[in-house]
């Protein structure tokens, strides 16, 4: 049988791995005959290379890596395939999968969080979608065309997108926006797997008064979108081999 291995970027938080872990457990309580298994590309362990090297001694010929990654930036574009390249084992076929985004699981995901805080659909609420900033540009316009498109279907005064890094706007700006436009509370979104550094700075960057959505974590609708990136892959490579 194929095995399942999920990557993540890491983080030198402990709370990132836990959250991914978790993550993995709600996939395979979805999928319990299926050998999963977590892996880091840096600053936490196990890392990819090793991973696949165990699966190679647990009999498995066959992986598929899917990239617990939000967007199509540069770790889904080069830190992956740099890494399964790497670990160098011919004797294991090993296909990547698409990211995880973009997914209607995923914003379904994030609203659910905003939910669990207390965000519900009044005209007063603000609501920031926050995520990580890439110099990849593609990855930070779904994040914006997912703000856009919230700010259409929903009730609220507005939604801004905004950045921790690299992109812009930042947080304070997505702000002072939705406050120019009548915003009398601030809510914000993640747009993030797991908590790190990266979504602590979102929160401290937001005001104390905002309230701040915990990231995706080990949600259901995660975990399935985990396993779907893994069925196509799968379904890919078969697809591939009967041609």
């Known amino acids: 049988m194929t095995a399942l291995v999920a990557v993540a970027h890491g983080s030198r938080d402990p709370r990132s791995a836990a959250t991914v872990h978790a993550l993995l457990d709600v996939v395979r309580a979805l999928r319990p005959s299926l050998d999963v298994r977590g892996s880091f590309l840096d600053l936490s362990a196990p890392r990819l290379g090793d991973v696949l090297r165990a699966v190679r001694g647990a009999g498995h010929r066959s992986a598929v890596v899917v990239p617990l990654l939000l967007g199509k930036a540069f770790h889904a574009r080069v830190d992956v395939p740099s890494a399964v ?43 920031v979608l926050a995520g990580a900033g890439s110099s990849h540009a593609p990855a930070n316009a779904l994040v914006s065309s997912i703000a856009r498109r919230w700010a259409r279907e929903s009730k609220w005064s507005g939604v801004e997108a905004a950045f921790a890094s690299t992109a812009s706007p930042d947080v304070p700006t997505a702000v002072e926006r939705l406050r ?64």
């Open 85 to 127: 390249a790497e670990a160098r084992l011919p004797s294991l076929d090993v296909t990547i999968a698409d990211v995880l985004g973009p997914d209607p699981r995923l914003e379904s995901a994030a609203l659910r969080r905003l939910a669990s805080v207390g965000v519900g659909a009044e005209r007063d609420w603000g609501v």
């Open 180 to 243: 120019a436009g009548g915003a009398l509370r601030i809510a914000v979104a993640s747009w993030f797997l797991a908590p790190g550094l990266l979504p602590d700075r979102v929160a401290a960057s937001a005001g104390g008064d905002a309230v701040i959505a915990p990231p995706l974590g080990p949600d259901p609708e995660v975990a399935e979108l985990v396993l779907h990136r893994f069925e196509s892959a799968v379904a890919s490579d078969l697809a591939v081999q009967s041609a």
